[in-house]
């Protein structure tokens, strides 16, 4: 079965730009969640998805978005970028929603986000 | 908010020696994850816990949810092993606020 997948896995912008994340989750799996990994913040929850519903969101300001597809892949999105959303995006899926408690989380290998 | 504390952060041993990772959190919990993340940025899932102890191969993960710590052991260490090492936690409102992540410990195992 395949894994987790993220395109691009490496990304270049500037400031003020505006970029999307795709994410692809195990087949069958239902729930996508996004996280942000900077040095000095660690990692950090951005939100997650679960039947093309939102279902969680981490502390982060609206310029972070995403969306889930009926076919559970699911984007996020970064507007009017700044040099500290410089990063590694991470998703992970997971069979149910990850709000039910105990679930498992595969992750992606990331996306490697540079803002100059 | 739960606060999740690694120790140590930096660790350093020989091939062979037995490896404790250490992990404790603020308030109440409904899982707790310890993830290993690899040069490069790829993160693998080790173990999912809510209570007791799980094992697989060399690794050996326990919780005590009394005194809201858990603890990785790594058993017969090998270079291959060198890694950082998360531990997550969930919480047990529901899991409203998604994971929140230690700072990780970074375990270098020398041949």
């Known amino acids: 079965k395949a894994g987790v997948t993220q395109t691009p896995r490496y990304l270049i912008k500037t400031r003020g730009q505006q970029v999307t994340l795709s994410c692809s989750p195990i087949s069958g799996h239902r729930s996508v969640s996004w996280y942000q990994q900077t040095p000095g913040q660690g990692l950090q929850f951005l939100f997650e998805?679960?039947?093309?519903?939102?279902?969680n969101k981490g502390n982060f300001p609206g310029r972070f978005s995403g969306r889930q597809f009926s076919n559970s892949r699911s984007e996020m999105n970064v507007s009017t970028l700044e040099l500290g959303d410089s990063a590694l995006y991470l998703c992970?899926?997971?069979?149910?929603?990850?709000?039910?408690?105990?679930?498992?989380?595969?992750f992606g290998p990331g996306t490697r986000l540079t803002v100059l | 908010k739960n606060e999740v504390e690694q120790s140590p952060q930096n660790l350093t041993a020989q091939e062979g020696e037995f490896i404790t990772i250490n992990c404790s959190y603020s308030?109440?919990?409904?899982?707790l994850h310890w993830l290993q993340q690899h040069p490069g940025g790829g993160i693998v899932s080790l173990f999912m816990l809510s209570s007791g102890k799980k094992k697989h191969g060399r690794l050996i993960a326990t919780i005590n949810i009394q005194e809201k710590h858990s603890s990785l052991h790594i058993t017969a260490s090998h270079p291959r092993d060198s890694a950082v090492y998360i531990c997550a936690v969930r919480g047990s409102g529901g899991g409203a606020d998604g994971l929140t992540f230690g700072k990780g410990t970074h375990l270098i195992i020398q041949p």
């Open positions: 992970a899926s997971s069979l149910a929603s990850v709000v039910s408690g105990y679930n498992e989380q595969f």
């Open positions: 998805y679960f039947s093309e519903t939102q279902r």
């Open positions: 308030v109440g919990i409904s899982a």
